[in-house]
């Protein structure tokens, strides 16, 4: 049995200047100061909206306030804007969402880190004291034509808040490390679930809760920068795979608990991590298959005795490995001095008794086969000389 040891190491060197893709990330303004105009994306370019009309925060004034905001700060530059993500209206449902074009399409194939920042308004006199989850942003490679009398665009978002995000003092970041199909370059941030399907937690000392609106900033798209696991993968029986998640300001949980950056595994399963670098955190996850290693070695004589004294009666080769489900093709040939073929066999479990030999001394023979090994077909041939002794 060969013994393989498989070492993956899984270390990435957070990037130092990664490009964002999202331009004006910030939300900053840009057009006049004071800002005058009251159409969100004549300020805040290239950013636009689906539906409603989204609020923007910034010292330039209109249209948002201090009050509006509970004093709040953007997370990054100057501004941010604000939008409406849970509760109905009558028969309609209480969403805005930002869109806006990437600098560039993502390339296929290629992981990206993808982040928002996100804070929750508590505002009793407008019901804006809940705290939900599904705040996600969507990636798509074409605009979307129209949004649907409801106001809810039905999506699946590739970055999306699975808790509800209730936290009221400082920033949440939604992020993400996908994978991209190629051809994305439009994003849009909102709910994209129904209200019956989105969790819905009442801010603190919340009075009458009814809808939800949170704030956006600093919007992200860049090439990964944090450390990943390795693709799904094979172990050979008493094989090990050491993998590490490390770098600066990297923290790791296995889903054993553990929180050391390498984890040996010696066993087929499903591995994951949380993988966080202090502002990003995510969950990514290994897939261990075991399979056979063995390298199928096939042994033959160099002579017999076809005397019918039971003893080397018989010419016939020997598999050092498991025959059924790991040997796919067998095909054994022996040819006379004359090069005639005498004997032909597709299985090793059938043997030449040499009765048809016509002549005693050498023969030649030639063997092809094929095994499965490691998830590969793996061929074989081997020549050699038996001696036939009467």
């Known amino acids: 049995m060969k013994r393989l040891t498989l070492l993956i190491f899984a270390l990435l060197s957070t990037a130092l200047s990664a490009q964002n893709l999202v331009r004006n990330g910030s939300l900053e303004n840009t057009g006049d100061c004071p800002i005058l105009d009251t159409v969100f994306s004549d300020y ?6 689906y539906n409603g009309d989204p609020d923007y925060y910034h010292p330039c004034g209109f249209p948002g306030s201090d009050s509006a905001t509970n004093n709040a700060l953007p997370f990054d530059g100057e501004g941010f804007a604000g939008i409406d993500v849970y509760g109905t209206d009558g028969t309609n449902f209480n969403r805005e969402y930002l869109h806006t074009e990437l600098s560039r399409p993502l390339e296929e194939g290629k992981f990206y880190r993808v982040s928002f920042y996100v804070l929750p308004r508590n505002n009793d006199l407008k019901g804006d004291s809940y705290g939900i989850n599904n705040i996600g942003l969507l990636l798509t490679d074409t605009v979307m034509d129209s949004v649907p009398s409801n106001n809810l665009i039905v999506a699946s978002p590739q970055v999306i808040a699975r808790e509800p995000i209730v936290q009221e003092n400082y920033w949440t970041s939604v992020c993400g490390i996908i994978k991209a199909k190629g051809g994305e370059r439009y994003i849009t941030i909102g ?9 819905a937690v009442p801010l603190e000392n919340a009075g009458s809760p009814s809808t939800a609106y949170y704030m ?5 798209v860049v090439e990964n920068d944090i450390p990943q696991l390795p693709q799904d993968t094979i172990i050979c029986q008493e094989g090990r795979i050491d993998l590490r998640i490390a770098g600066p300001n990297i923290s790791v949980q296995w889903n054993d608990e553990t929180t050391n950056a390498n984890l040996i595994i010696t066993k087929p399963g499903l591995y994951w991590a949380n993988i966080s670098n202090g502002i990003c955190t995510y969950t990514d996850s290994i897939l261990v298959e075991q399979v056979n290693c063995e390298e199928c070695i096939i042994y033959a004589p160099t002579a017999f005795t076809p005397n019918g004294d039971n003893t080397n009666d018989l010419f016939e080769v020997t598999p050092v490995c498991e025959v059924d489900g790991y040997l796919e093709h067998f095909d054994l040939r022996i040819f006379d001095k004359w090069g005639r073929k005498v004997f032909e066999s597709q299985s090793p479990e059938v043997a030449w008794d040499g009765k048809n030999a016509e002549h005693k001394g050498v023969y030649t023979y030639t063997l092809e086969y094929r095994f499965s090994s490691e998830r590969e077909t793996k061929t074989r041939i081997k020549r050699g000389f038996v001696t036939l002794l009467k």
Not at 44 to 49: A, D, G, I, S
Not at 191 to 199: G, I, K, L, P, V
Not at 216 to 220: F, P, Q, R, S
């Open 216 to 220: 956006i900033d600093y919007v992200e």
């Open 191 to 199: 709910n994209f679930s129904q209200d019956a399907e989105t969790m």
């Open 44 to 49: 805040v370019h290239p950013w636009t909206f």
